[in-house]
Every structure is written in C-alpha cells, then in structure tokens.
C-alpha cells in the first residue's frame, strides 16, 4: 500500500483537525522545507501532510522552498497530492468549484534537483494518482472539470488584465506552485496529482477586480468539499 503525502496551500486548515501523531522535522541538501511533516490519520490512512506556505501561512509563493519540500516528502511516502488554489482562465469554469488537471504550463521559472548534472525529465501528472481521485470526486462534485492545464506563474502577484488574455490560450486554470511541485515529483520518481480548489476568476475574465481576502475566504469554504474528497479517495484506495 503506497505511503500517501498531502501538500496543503491556501485555503488549507485540515491538518488542524487531524490527530497528529508524529512532527518530523527535516533538513534537506536545499535546507528546511516550508514546514514539519505532520504524520497523522485521515479517511482511516496514514499520512504525511506539508504545509506549502509554512505552518501560519507566511511564505509567500516566490519565496517557498520546492526542492527542500520534495526531497524531505520523498524519504516519507510514495505518492503526493497536491491541494492548490487556483483561477479560472474562461468564465465557462464555475467558481467556486473543484478541478483535477490533466497536463501543466510553465515556461517562466521551471525548477530541478539537477544544477550540476545533465538530467531530462517528460514531465507530467500520475494517471492512476488522476484518476483515483476523481473516482472519489465524481459524487461529490457537481461541477469537477477533469480535463485542462494549470499555467503557473511566478507571483507574488497576481496577474495583469493583457498577461491573461494570453495566458488563456495556454490553459484553464492558473496558479503559483503546483507545477513547480509535479516536476520536482518526477525527477525522484514520485507520482503526483493536483486537486485544485477554483477559488477566483483571473483578472479581468468576469470584468470584477480581484480580492485576495475573497480568494482566501472561498479556498477555507471549497476545503470543506476538498477534504471530503480525500477522505473517500484514502478509504477506497
């Protein structure tokens, strides 16, 4: 049975509600990541969570450690999922609502473990990991998209008007770290699968300026619907 690992982002409160059993502090080859392992039980599984963007939420999507963060998750488990909030790229996306990609962009940052070797990865998204999760998440959503690409940006910042007008040609969702993770997964041969929270249109897709404080507010709400789903997909798996 493989070990499953959690990366929790915005919006993210469950590690709260689970019993932790063990807090597993790391240091990497990268130094620490964001946050300690917190090894504990849901949907009657162990698992490891991490929290992206530290443990009260303060490090900022440019600044968050992705090497250190992979490399301690993958002396621990097998397989990761990670829980992203993200934006609609096409006002056909319902918000709020839950979508599990099938492919990713990233052409402005991409990250790797090899510096100093010559290392090439296809990089992509596990389709067993895929399509387990959405098994457990048909029922329970009425609106999941289980096709399109997440396009990652850098951040801190949230996009311009003219950069969504062509980002959107590129995909349907758009987002700061989960790329990033799912590359750094297959240079060490862990599968990974994103379960995105859509928490917001981009910038100027419903002609309504962006609030980061609604983003937060709809991401703790669409958890609620997230958390249910991980529980039935570590139940039944």
Not at 69 to 79: G, L, P, R, S, T
């Amino acid at each position: 049975m493989e070990r499953i690992g959690i990366i929790g982002g915005t919006g993210f409160k469950g590690w709260n509600e689970f019993e932790i059993e063990e807090e597993i502090d790391k240091h990497t080859p990268w130094g620490s990541p964001s946050s300690p392992l917190y090894k504990g039980e849901l949907g009657e599984r162990t698992v490891f969570l991490l929290m992206r963007h530290g443990p009260d939420h303060t490090i900022p999507p440019h600044r968050i450690n992705h090497r250190a963060n992979i490399y301690a998750m993958q002396e621990e488990v097998e397989d990761i999922i990670g829980l992203c909030s993200a934006g609609a790229l096409g006002s056909e996306i319902k918000v709020p609502s839950i979508s599990i990609p099938d492919d990713y962009v990233n052409f402005w940052n991409p990250i790797t473990f090899y510096d100093e070797k010559i290392k090439h990865v296809t990089p992509g998204l596990s389709t067993k990991l895929r399509k387990d999760l959405i098994d457990s998440a048909e029922e329970l959503c009425e609106e999941l998209k289980t096709e399109g690409a997440y396009v990652q940006t850098q951040g801190p910042r949230l996009e311009t008007k003219a950069e969504i007008k062509i980002l959107k040609d590129y995909g349907q969702f758009i987002g700061m770290t989960m790329a990033s993770e799912a590359t750094l997964c297959k240079e060490v041969n862990l599968d990974y699968a994103g379960l995105l929270s859509v928490d917001n249109y981009a910038n100027g897709i419903e002609g309504e300026e962006i609030d980061y404080d609604e983003i937060v507010d709809t991401a703790e709400e669409n958890w609620k619907k997230v958390k249910k789903i991980l529980e039935r997909f570590l139940k039944e798996r």
